[in-house]
């Protein structure tokens, strides 16, 4: 079993729909990670949680450290968001990141 | 605009081949990473560096070593490339351990023939 597990793997939406992508973890933690992933392979870093919520334009992330659960929003999707959503989490006191493998969202206008 | 470089975003290189991946942060961070995916894989760690000089193997160092000679270069080296080495490269840094966030660089895809 991973020991990051994202749901679901693909998604497909409609331009203008809310979407959610999930992620749990079995270990103890000391901060997630959301990145994004565009074809062509660059990461850019969305969010860093190790409590509660946060919120940039229309993307939310949110996570329950009692549950090992953390969610990704976008609100009003549009096919610009079409990318590999990546979970992280950070290992208490390590520098590594374990890695889910990803949910590759495609928004169709 | 903090950045980390990737010398190339594509790279073709014979089997046997000795290979250098190069990535230069300018963000003065301490760690850096050197990440492979692969489908259905995800991200796996090579190596890692958290001061000048030093390293740590990661989940999969095998067929590969680094060099860190000044703090904003990490070097990853495939010593004799084979076709497994295949692969998405990535480079991230951060600062110390605790509350900041890693960037990444854009990649270099290597294909190893």
């Known amino acids: 079993k991973n020991e990051v597990e994202q749901s679901p793997q693909n998604l497909t939406a409609q331009e203008g729909e809310f979407i959610t992508i999930n992620c749990s973890y079995s270990v103890g933690i000391s901060a997630l990670h959301w990145l994004q992933q565009h074809p062509g392979g660059g990461i850019v870093s969305l969010f860093m949680?190790?409590?509660g919520k946060k919120k940039h334009g229309r993307l939310i992330a949110t996570i329950n450290i009692q549950e090992k659960h953390s969610s990704l929003h976008i609100t009003a999707s549009h096919p610009r968001d079409s990318a590999v959503y990546i979970c992280a989490v950070r290992w208490y006191n390590t520098d590594k990141l374990i890695f889910g493998t990803g949910t590759r969202l495609q928004v169709f206008p | 605009d903090v950045k980390v470089t990737q010398s190339s975003r594509y790279l073709v290189k014979r089997t046997g081949e000795k290979v250098f991946l190069e990535c230069v942060q300018d963000m003065d961070h301490e760690n850096m990473f050197w990440y492979r995916q692969d489908p259905g894989l995800g991200l796996r760690l090579i190596y890692f560096s958290y001061d000048v000089k030093m390293k740590e193997k990661g989940d999969i160092p095998e067929g590969y070593s680094v060099s860190r000679e000044k703090k904003e270069r990490f070097s990853l080296i495939l010593e004799s490339a084979s076709t497994n080495q295949t692969s998405m490269y990535l480079c991230?840094?951060?600062?110390?351990?605790?509350?900041?966030?890693?960037?990444f660089g854009s990649g270099t895809r290597l294909t190893v023939v």
């Open positions: 991230a840094s951060s600062p110390t351990v605790g509350i900041y966030g890693y960037t």
């Open positions: 949680l190790s409590s």
